[in-house]
């Protein structure tokens, strides 16, 4: 009997394939793809959107006002970047800038790896 008509080979090479696109699926949740945030008003992320504008103030002599996170996403990686849509006021004016957050919570490790205005 060929192998292409052996049952037996035919349902092992279908679990097979099964097993290894689900196990393909599970790896890109955990790691790589970015995920929306679905508490924006979690305290946490408000504090690391307070963090992000402090440090670019310190990196940017600039003085900000935080005023709230919007929207966001996060990545694991080696720990979690947060990319964030903080608001911020300038000089009394209200701005929306885009924030990534590199942290590692374990090594109590926070790094901003970029803030832009949108």
Do not use: C
Not at 36 to 45: A, E, L, Q
Not at 52 to 79: D, I, R, W, Y
């Amino acid at each position: 009997m060929a192998w292409g008509q052996n049952p037996l080979f035919l349902f092992l090479t279908a679990a097979l394939l099964l097993l290894n696109g689900g196990f393909a699926a599970r790896t890109e949740a955990l790691a790589g793809g970015w995920r929306p945030i679905k508490n924006i008003s979690d305290p946490r992320v408000q504090e690391i959107g307070e963090f992000a504008v402090t440090e670019h103030n310190k990196q940017a002599t600039e003085s900000l006002k935080f005023q709230s996170v919007v929207s966001g996403e996060t990545q694991v990686v080696s720990g979690t970047n947060y990319r964030l849509v903080v608001v911020a006021e300038d000089g009394g004016v209200s701005n929306k800038y885009e924030a990534v957050v590199w942290e590692k919570p374990w090594m109590g490790f926070r790094n901003l790896t970029s803030f832009t205005r949108v």
